[in-house]
């Protein structure tokens, strides 16, 4: 069934919920796991005389905090006997990161969470995981 499933993480309780989904999953079917942690480009466009933070310094915090990140669900892995393989990358859409992330790997399935907003703030905010959901060709599984 699947064999190399991609688990995207952001670090919050509700990702929380996927990792640990995926990690089951992964154990049952004796799949391996992907990891992936977005991080946010260097707001180029603010940068003045009077930048707070220099670009180096905020590409390291980024890199620190993705990987802090992606090492808690190589930690849950490691705890399951699941293998387990964690990536970092920088992109303005992390859906389109994912989506591409999924192909690079051979990927199977993408588990995701869902925050579940609805009505008008699910219009308004949109929601990564809808994105994947709507553009991805490997199957997609939502964790409430």
Partial sequence: ????????????D???????TAVSLAQSLGARL????VKEPFPYSA??????????????????IAAKRVQAVVDTC????VPCEAHTVEALHPWEAIIDHAQRQQCDL????????????ALLLGSETQRVLTHSQVPVLIVR
């Fill in 14 to 20: 509700i990702t929380a919920k996927a990792v640990k």
């Fill in 78 to 81: 490691n705890a399951a006997g």
């Fill in 1 to 12: 069934m699947y064999q190399r499933i991609l688990v995207p993480t952001d670090g919050s």
């Fill in 110 to 121: 993408v588990v995701m969470a869902s925050h579940g907003r609805r009505g008008v703030a």
């Fill in 47 to 64: 940068i003045s005389e009077m930048q707070p933070t220099p670009p180096q310094e905020f590409f390291d915090a980024q890199e620190r």
């Fill in 34 to 37: 992907y990891t992936i942690c």
